[in-house]
């Protein structure tokens, strides 16, 4: 059995949040392979926990996961109950004091970060057995810690956000676009999307891919890089095992393609 459910932000979460989804199985054991999406997490695992044979460590029972620069092998046992947040690439530092370059390739606790309204938002979570009313905790939780200092970097991060996603990769361009020097530009950027520009930048490529293979399922590898902005085939497949330890076609084989980022 496996239940899964996706859930939309409050109006006024939206522009940070992107949704919420909920995962519940009720399998003995799997392995999955996660892949840099792009966007930091706050992870709730109201049931067993995942170990991480990359990290060696089970998962925190709550975290932030930040943004990823190569996949991950996860090994659950038994029930899996876990709610996941997904914010848009520059919102979580709207809800956490601390750069979100800190938390890359992170699992950071309660106990990490010293949060005790976070600690106390895990406590309430694994004593609610209903999924809205979890929802609406987390929601409560995030809307008291909604700051409007983020505010002053997060639009001229999200236009160029919004170029890196139309195919702009030119560091100076989005730094002329931010109206920032590209010093000061670089290091905005990476606190507030957790991942400094042309790292981001190859995360999205990565997943437009993924978006491509996905919804044109015959494309061939060598229009699969030119559409995406590698500079051949042989750099797509470079990138494509950086990123999910397969080559296209090996990932083809054991992966149905989708993108996180662009769904």
Not at 22 to 37: F, N
Not at 112 to 119: A, G, H, P, R, V
Request: hydrophobic share 40%.
């Amino acid at each position: 059995m496996e239940l899964f459910r996706v859930f939309h932000p409050s109006p006024l979460l939206a522009p940070y949040v992107k949704q919420y989804w909920l995962l519940k199985t009720a399998a003995d054991s799997a392995e999955i392979r996660t892949v840099p999406t792009g966007m930091t997490n706050l992870v709730f695992h109201r049931g067993n926990r995942p170990f991480s044979l990359r990290n060696d460590a089970f998962h925190p029972r709550a975290f932030l996961c930040g943004q990823e620069r190569t996949f991950s092998d996860l090994r659950y046992h038994g029930q899996v109950n876990m709610i996941s947040v997904v914010f848009r690439p520059a919102g979580a530092r709207a809800f956490f004091d601390l750069p979100v370059d800190r938390s890359a390739d992170l699992c950071l606790s309660a106990s990490d970060l010293e949060d005790k309204d976070f600690s106390a938002l895990e406590a309430s979570l694994t004593n609610t057995q209903e999924d809205d009313v979890c929802i609406l905790l987390i929601e409560r939780f995030l809307l008291n810690r909604l700051s409007s200092l983020a505010a002053h970097n997060l639009k001229r991060i999200e236009s160029t956000i919004d170029l890196i996603n139309s195919g702009q990769t030119n560091v100076s361009c989005l730094a002329s676009a931010a109206c920032l020097s590209t010093k000061q530009f670089d290091r905005v950027f990476s606190e507030y999307v957790g991942a400094r520009p042309k790292e981001f930048s190859r995360t999205v490529r990565f997943q437009r891919a993924l978006h491509l293979l996905e919804t044109v399922p015959k494309i061939s590898f060598t229009r699969l890089a030119f559409e995406c902005g590698y500079f051949d085939q042989s750099h797509l497949i470079k990138e494509f095992r950086a990123f999910s330890g397969y080559t296209p076609g090996e990932y083809l084989f054991v992966c149905s393609p989708h993108s996180d980022y662009f769904s």
